[in-house]
């Protein structure tokens, strides 16, 4: 298999992922919309839970208030790189996946 036709497998893989998470997320809606805390099929069980109210405090927000200096900013500050990326998306032909 040539790169040109595994570029275009994974875009058909893609799209069908895509089509199935749609199914997902609206089974996942119709299921929460139920209120009920456990839902039992003949093979599998869901436990929806309450979402947790919780807090953040921006910590980068109250240093910058308190006005530190570029020295201080760069002696604190971590770098990473990032691992490499695949984005595949489908090309405009008249033809379906």
Request: with cysteine.
């Amino acid at each position: 298999m040539n790169f040109s036709q595994k570029v275009d497998k994974l875009g058909a893989l893609k799209a069908q992922i895509a089509k199935l998470k749609e199914q997902e997320s609206q089974l996942e809606s119709e299921l929460k919309s139920t209120g009920l805390s456990e839902i039992s099929g003949k093979k599998f069980r869901v436990s929806i839970s309450k979402p947790v109210i919780s807090s953040k405090i921006n910590w980068q927000a109250i240093a910058k208030k308190l006005n530190p200096s570029h020295q201080l900013i760069s002696a604190n500050t971590k770098k990473s790189t990032g691992a490499p990326r695949i984005r595949c998306t489908a090309l405009k032909t008249g033809s379906k996946i």
